[in-house]
Structure formats: C-alpha cells, structure tokens
C-alpha cells in the first residue's frame, strides 16, 4: 500500500523559512521522480516541483523558483521542499506525489498546511 505522509508545515511570518517533509512507505522512492503540489484557498492543484531519481536534477514552477529547493534522502525513503523567503501567495496545503504528472494527480493524504501571514 503506497503512503504518503507530509508534516512540517506551520505559521510563519513573510520572508521567513520552513521545512516540510514527506515520509513515504510501501514503496522505494529510489525508483520514481517525486514532486511536492499544493493547493491555495479556492484554488485549484499546483504543480510546485520535481526531483529526478538520483536526486541530481530538479525542477521549479517559476512562482517559487530561487526560493524553494526541493531534495530526497533515498535512505530514508522521504523527500523535502525547503521554502525561504515565503510569501503570503504560499500559503496552501502541500502534498507530495509519486512521478509527475501534468496535470497533478488529486492527492491521497491530508498534506501540511503552510500559512505565511503577518
């Protein structure tokens, strides 16, 4: 059964930084690309980025490119979105997801609210 599990997200103010994390189980991530998604209040899915296998090349959408830096410890079977420099537009559900998909899939799992407000 493939699970998915975000945490780390939090409150935090405009120009601060955040972690969040995503731990996955019953399958190796050493095998798949994965791509963190998130989902705005009254917006739709947003593609955010992508990391390829070897964790060598990743991807950004151009909204948070130079802030975000998205990684992967095969090792331990769970990838990172590191996000500095937030703005207020950041605040979302993130999901992490298997592959990528354009346009994401729906997510399965209840993600990790993200709220950056002053």
């Known amino acids: 059964q493939v699970q998915l599990v975000e945490s780390g997200g939090g409150l935090v103010q405009p120009g601060e930084s955040l972690r969040v994390s995503c731990a996955a189980s019953g399958f190796a991530i050493s095998y798949y690309y994965m791509s963190w998604v998130r989902r705005a209040p009254g917006k739709g899915l947003e593609w955010v980025s992508s990391?390829?296998?070897?964790?060598?090349?990743?991807y950004y959408a151009e909204t948070v490119k130079g802030r975000f830096t998205i990684s992967r410890d095969n090792a331990k079977n769970t990838i990172y979105l590191q996000m500095n420099n937030l703005k207020p537009d950041d605040t979302a559900v993130y999901y992490c997801?298997?592959?990528?998909?354009?346009?994401?899939?729906?997510?399965w799992g209840q993600g990790t609210q993200v709220t950056v407000s002053s």
């Open positions: 997801q298997r592959g990528w998909d354009d346009p994401p899939r729906t997510p």
């Open positions: 990391i390829n296998m070897g964790g060598d090349e990743s």
